[in-house]
């Protein structure tokens, strides 16, 4: 069973910044974030394989940076450049051989 904590979020003013971690227990492969707006659906954000990897969301490339450190089964997500439309709650996922493994959210708010 993995589990997951997620820390970081808040309330940041327009063109702020922000950072979001994420510690796993157990083997992980994959790891990132998806987040949810209110009344829509979970989309993708950023992901990062164990090798370093990444992909990210044509919505936040340029902005958001995830990076990941192996040794402490931690990903991070940097947040620069924040807009209005940031606003979400982001969860973070991480993946084994069998399973993804989410955590329990964290609240990003974006005021203009």
């Known amino acids: 069973q993995v589990q997951l904590v997620e820390s970081g979020g808040g309330l940041v003013q327009f063109g702020g910044s922000l950072r979001l971690s994420c510690a796993a227990s157990g083997t992980i492969f994959s790891m990132g974030w998806y987040r949810q707006a209110p009344g829509k659906q979970r989309d993708l954000v950023a992901t990062?394989?164990?090798?370093?990897?990444?992909n990210y969301a044509d919505s936040v490339k340029g902005r958001f940076t995830i990076h990941r450190d192996n040794a402490k089964n931690t990903a991070y997500l940097q947040m620069s450049s924040l807009k209005p439309e940031d606003t979400a709650v982001y969860y973070c996922?991480?993946?084994?051989?069998?399973?993804?493994?989410w955590g329990q959210g964290a609240q990003v708010t974006v005021s203009s």
């Open positions: 996922f991480a993946d084994t051989a069998g399973a993804r493994y």
């Open positions: 990062i394989t164990s090798g370093g990897r990444t």
